[in-house]
């Protein structure tokens, strides 16, 4: 079995991020400061060089205003 960020449900997750994100009208910066991560974190996930674990996800959709259930049930 492939490792999951490898796989196009993975993608599709990644493009549902970004989606909010930029319907949020918050970029990659803004959003890495209110995470308190460098610009580079985002743009890694945002890309699928590294995984977000459920706690980051979470984190994440409260600063892009978003549901995380939402996105979890849209996959």
Known sequence: MDKSIYTRKYE????LMIK?????NITQIEL???LGKPQSFVSKYENGERRLDVVEFIQICKFIHVDPAKIVSSL
């Open 32 to 34: 890495s400061a209110k």
């Open 12 to 15: 599709e997750f990644l493009e």
């Open 20 to 24: 909010a994100r930029k319907k949020a």
